[in-house]
């Protein structure tokens, strides 16, 4: 689903096909609703190519030392590497943040579900919302579509941060394929069981600030597409 009118942001990979961000579907936190695109090499600075996934492991844990409490196991990371036409993006994921989260969007980025989709929720001091793909594998929608359990919240992780990434949803354990960048004033996110954190963005996020607002939320609240 692309936004209409005047401009669209997309992700892409200088070494693969582009990858996108982009929901045709209802899930979300309940506010708004817009476009963006993203830049693919030939079309216009709205669009974006591609994401590139870097998974590597975790660091070693060798034990703590007698008398401490021992720490929380890092868990595996992956790197997203994107371009838009606001500028590129860097996303770290976090296995030990949200593990099925993690692995279901770890996955969907590895097999280019994301290429040339579209922001299609863009709304200041809240969120940029994406998660449509394009695909015509049929393997890949279906995965795309099933839903993996909620993961426990880290209150060290709560509230909500700027640039934070998280599934959106529509009731427990309803987390499939869409998306979203929390903004500056995201205190009121993460109140839902499926809004974990599952990453962040590290760099990049005055880009994403950037993405174009000017339809608002879905109806009632804006002029977004309607979910």
């Known amino acids: 689903m692309t936004a209409q009118g005047e401009t669209d942001d997309f992700l892409d990979d200088p070494d693969s096909q582009p ?5 045709e579907k209802g899930d979300g936190p309940d506010m708004d609703d817009v476009e963006a695109s993203m830049l693919e090499e030939g079309l216009d600075d709205q669009h974006m190519e591609g994401d590139k996934v ?7 844990a060798n034990g703590v030392d007698d008398g401490e ?5 890092e868990g595996e990371k992956a790197e997203v590497r994107c371009s838009t036409s606001k500028g590129p993006i860097v996303l770290t994921l976090h ?19 994301y290429d ?3 922001f299609f929720r863009v709304v200041p001091h809240f969120l940029v919302q994406f998660g449509i793909g394009y ?3 049929v393997d890949l929608k279906k995965f795309a579509d099933s839903t993996v359990l909620d993961d426990p919240k ?5 509230p909500f941060r700027e640039g934070y990434i998280s599934f959106a949803g529509s009731g427990a354990n309803s987390r499939s394929s869409q998306l979203f960048f929390a903004y500056d004033n995201a205190k009121s996110l993460g109140n839902s069981p499926w809004e974990t954190p599952i990453g962040e963005v590290t760099e990049g996020m ?19 597409p309607q979910q």
């Open 154 to 158: 880290r209150t060290d992780l709560m």
């Open 95 to 113: 296995e030990d943040w949200s593990p099925n989260g993690y692995r279901k969007a770890a996955e969907l980025f590895e097999r280019g579900y």
């Open 54 to 60: 870097y998974p590597f492991d975790p660091e070693d």
């Open 116 to 118: 040339h989709s579209h």
């Open 69 to 73: 409490a021992p720490e929380q196991q």
């Open 206 to 224: 005055e880009n994403v600030r950037n993405f174009y607002k000017g339809y608002g939320d879905m109806p009632p609240w804006g002029k977004g």
């Open 135 to 137: 695909t015509d594998n």
């Open 19 to 23: 990858n996108m961000i982009d929901n």
